[in-house]
Nanobody, 127 residues
Framework: QVQFVESGGGLVQSGGSLRLSCAAS????????IGWFRQAPGKEREGVSL????????YYADSVKGRFTVSRDNAKNTVYLQMNSLKPEDTAVYYC????????????????????WGQGTQVTVSS
């Protein structure tokens, strides 16, 4: 059974940092493109960052460029999202998921290509 578990969220002040983890079981993340997404109350789910399977390709939404960094540790079967200089508008539930259709990052995320969504981790940034 495939399971993705996000962790690392919490309450942080504006300007602070958090590192989110996406740990997978029953699934080898190193062979797949992994995406980080977020959903704020009343808003649609949006793609935040993607990391390619083995080519180092990445994508960042304009709103997080220069502040967020995605990485992976294949030995731990885990993908990370380092979030710095957090802003109140980053407040959302953050999810990770795997792209079963493409391994390389080309352009932005297409939601329906992603599967095995985790339960999410809440990030709250206070002003």
């Amino acid at each position: 059974q495939v399971q993705f578990v996000e962790s690392g969220g919490g309450l942080v002040q504006s300007g602070g940092s958090l590192r989110l983890s996406c740990a997978a079981s029953g699934f080898f993340t190193e062979y797949y493109q992994i995406g980080w997404f977020r959903q704020a109350p009343g808003k649609e789910r949006e793609g935040v960052s993607l990391i390619g399977a083995r080519d180092g390709s990445t994508y960042y939404a304009d709103s997080v460029k220069g502040r967020f960094t995605v990485s992976r540790d294949n030995a731990k079967n885990t993908v990370y999202l380092q979030m710095n200089s957090l802003k109140p508008e980053d407040t959302a539930v953050y999810y990770c998921a795997a792209n079963l259709m493409r391994t390389t990052v080309v352009g932005g995320p297409i939601l329906h290509e992603y599967s095995y969504w985790g339960q999410g981790t809440q990030v709250t940034v206070s002003s």
